[in-house]
């Protein structure tokens, strides 16, 4: 396990925790271990540390404490936020809207309540994956109940145009979700501005922990719980607190508040150095994704490679310790490509051969030049073998 | 995700190549599906005398198809014809599940290739 | 925070984190961030130690490892056995039943599936706690889908006839469910010496880590998701795996598996010596539960202090560093008593002043007598303050 | 989940007891619901001389008795009848907010106590 030297370019998939969070979620696992639902002493600490959590995220995201619920994870926020609004509204209409480039705790929500009398609209995004509000716009109708839409997409990086689209639907009646666990702490989101009703968010893309995440529900907002039970967060999600991994999740926020605007100018700048030795290296590749860095996340890059295939590069890569992510189905376990890169017209012999690279505050230029370096003669090796490239 | 033995093959292909006046040549899967082989061989006396592959795949479509010409050479023509995928991948320790379909065509090229070079004897055995 | 000097006795609200499962955890959070879910080196990593984790909890309940499914904890579990269960059965019928006793994240999750077209029979406990399978049987019917019966109580200990139930309902198709948060790591805890299809757990009572559970899930029983996306826990329930509390839950579990039974004899002795001491010293109480120690989790006792109030007691107690919890409804914020003291025909007012004692591994004689020495007064001084004791 | 105030106030309740002689006494709660107040006051030119409470409750409910009875001595008994219910929450830096009604109901007590003393003067002023 010689993790000292392994060269990490996967942070879309999760990030390494920092040791500042580490070091804020370890008293709450060793001493602090009261149920914040009691009310002895050490209950009250756990349950005063919690609410501390909240305003510290509700502070970042423009948001009010009362607005922040704990959950287990992006997907948990996703699952609640559209099975709980669709629920809620159930008697006012059955229509969803979303997109076609969700991520899969969206997607497969949808595909759950599609088969439970819901009706969904999938609208479409053009070639840099992102979406027109006008589709959306489009696409309400009467009995639309919840529009959801990601904050910024989890293979290719494209951001998509949530105030737009909210300022285009907000008198429609229908609520308005989006998934942002990628967004939140590399660009700013601020629910407000945004205009959403819901927002999801999750520790462990931020340099947090793993399973724990945050629902933004505004106020006034009807959504059914997910979990029934016990009183915890103010009786819409029962389950006794993830404390330590609440107090994570909140130091990482403070950390991403600290350091956003200037790692994202940093990643952007290794990004495009990268894009640069590639392409120099390397022929018969291209961007997936908007060409326009400011329409995409800052340190995240996702392309094609003709004539091979993705989980063969990533296990290359991982001989030359380098861990990344393809677009392709196999790191997933099904057969078929990635969805979003099909969904922005992408053939599926190219998607099959794409591969994303997210970097993160640990790169540096070393890394993406040493990334260079070792990915050109994989690509080399692999399009040797390969029996579709002989150019 | 992958036995110790699929790494090593996919690590160090055997037989990685194209046999340039192969007698006989079997491709099978699809770029759109993410798996592509192709298998050529050499025939002499009605065994496998050499075989090589070229591969475009995942780790366990380039472990099976380098495992398979290891399996095939020195083989008779019949001998190779009953490898099975499903041997394929127990010579291999194992594939994950989700790769037990996708990614284990190597026997089928190996059989279409066998196939090709009978086909142009003209049915006959050699 | 003198946590040093506290004296703990409210190990079924919560159990400090065991040293060494915190230790357990800790490369996890720190070094090992891999997402199981990756292809390369440490998301390798991380997945095989989910899988050993796993092996260890199936040992441990006499299942396969492929039974056994991470959550977020028990709540989500209960919730997801409920609603799983019940929306996969529900074309065969819309029947359940449970007991009066359950936990809240069992009630409040029955109530909602009642208001989504479910009907539920509540079967009542008797004097001590415990329901009578007869009665179980009796409240079977054609379209009964799914039987919910918790294995022992969280409030007063008292453990039900679970694997006599399961003898009697065995051919009814219907699915039997136990929350076994309470009995894991303390009695005996076998899934088919229970003869159950569905069983919950939870870390944080077990010395393990809060936020993290698991469900087991009998091979072939059809449930459906609760949290749906990812590919993770066999499609089964999507979201990043809690790799740290998954690894921490194991090894609670490993732990309890060493110390278990000379534990429960060693709790059940601490139990009798305070119980004897607060008899000596204090009037008009009572027992809430089964008197016979063996029909009651070892380290729990409940009881009725006649003119006082529960929350009070708590107050006073914590004044004199111990922590425990109430029967009494101040606790969860509601303005109703124990709902499992009034099922159990204690009135409202003896209800209102009923303490629950959960003691564990880190409590000691000394710790019980000294318990007993500051009860003493502390109920003194609350009759006295009290305008209904007057003897 | 307390402030301190309605800790201390827990802590070392001020006035508890029972006037035996009381001018007037007020009850309010019930033990069914957990909560259960007793006022005694002692009347002295038209002013509450003295003020006694017993209760049996929650946290809040001991607080909240314990200081309507620092509030309310010395005060004439219209003043006093003005203490709410809410002014005693005030005065001890708020109650949580599920206590605010179940355990919140001192000033009730206070006033039962001097209406039961004013119905004994036969529904004079003094
Ligand atoms: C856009 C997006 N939504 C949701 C999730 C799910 O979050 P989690 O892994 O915390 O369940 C992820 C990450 O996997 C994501 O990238
Ligand atoms: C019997 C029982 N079931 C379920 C739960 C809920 O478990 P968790 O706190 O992990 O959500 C608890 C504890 O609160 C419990 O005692």
Redesign the interface.
């Known amino acids: 396990m010689q993790l000292e030297h392994m060269i990490y370019m996967d942070h879309a998939a999760t990030t390494p925790t920092d040791e500042r969070v580490a070091d804020a979620m370890e008293p709450w696992v060793r001493e602090q271990y009261g149920n914040p639902s009691t009310l002895y002493t050490i209950g009250g600490h756990a349950a005063r540390a919690i609410e501390e959590a909240r305003a510290t995220i509700a502070d970042f995201l423009g948001a009010h404490p009362e607005e922040i619920f704990f959950t287990s994870g992006g997907t948990e926020s996703d699952n609640w936020a559209l099975k709980g609004a669709a629920d809620a509204h159930r008697k006012r209409g059955r229509h969803l809207i979303t997109t076609t480039i969700e991520h899969h705790a969206v997607i497969d929500t949808m595909e759950f309540l599609e088969k439970r009398d819901y009706e969904v609209t999938r609208v479409p995004v053009d070639s840099r994956g992102i979406v027109d509000p006008e589709d959306i716009r489009k696409a309400l109708r009467e009995d639309t109940i919840l529009v959801s839409v990601m904050h910024a997409n989890n293979e290719v990086g494209s951001i998509q145009p949530i105030a737009e689209i909210s300022e285009l639907i907000k008198d429609s009646g229908a609520l308005f979700h989006t998934d942002a666990v990628q967004s939140v702490g590399k660009i700013p989101v601020d629910v407000d501005q945004l205009g959403v009703n819901l927002l999801s968010l999750s520790g462990h893309k931020i340099y947090g922990p793993k399973g724990v995440g945050a629902l933004f529900i505004r106020k006034r907002t009807r959504i059914t719980p997910l979990l029934h039970g016990g009183g915890q967060e103010r009786r819409r999600r029962a389950g006794t607190q993830n404390v330590p991994g609440i107090i994570g999740v909140a130091k990482a926020i403070e950390l991403a508040a600290e350091t956003r605007d200037g790692e994202a100018e940093r990643e952007r700048a290794l990004v495009a150095r990268m894009w640069m030795g590639l392409q120099e290296r390397i022929p018969d590749m291209a961007l997936n994704g908007p060409e326009d860095p400011s329409l995409r996340l800052p340190g995240m890059i996702n392309f094609r490679v003709e004539g091979i295939e993705g989980e063969a590069m990533i296990l290359c890569l991982d001989m030359n310790r380098v861990g990344v992510s393809s677009g392709s189905a196999c790191t997933t376990g099904s057969l078929d490509p990635s969805h979003v890169l099909l969904a922005m017209g992408i053939p599926a012999e190219l998607a099959h051969g794409s591969l994303r690279i997210s970097l993160g505050r640990d790169n540096t230029e070393t890394d993406v030049d040493y990334f260079v370096d070792v990915f050109a003669p994989v690509v080399k090796r692999l399009r040797d073998m390969s029996p579709v490239y002989d150019k | 995700?992958y036995t110790e033995k699929v790494?090593d093959h996919?690590?160090n292909?055997r037989n990685?190549g194209v046999i340039e006046d192969a007698d006989g040549v079997g491709?099978v899967g699809n770029?759109?599906?993410?798996?592509?082989?192709?298998i050529t061989i050499k025939v002499k006396d009605d065994r496998v005398d050499d075989v090589k592959f070229?591969?475009?795949?995942?780790?366990a479509?380039?472990a099976t198809s380098s495992i398979v010409t290891e399996m095939a050479k020195g083989k008779t023509l019949d001998e190779a014809m009953d490898i099975t995928n499903k041997s394929v991948a127990e010579e291999l320790g194992g594939l994950?599940a989700?790769?037990m379909?996708?990614?284990n065509l190597a026997a089928d090229g190996l059989q279409e290739a066998i196939k090709d070079y009978r086909s142009k004897q003209g049915g006959g055995e050699g």
């Open positions: 995700m790494m996919f690590r292909p990685m491709e770029p759109t599906c993410g798996d592509m082989m192709r070229q591969t475009l795949g995942c780790g479509a380039v994950p989700n790769k379909h996708c990614s």
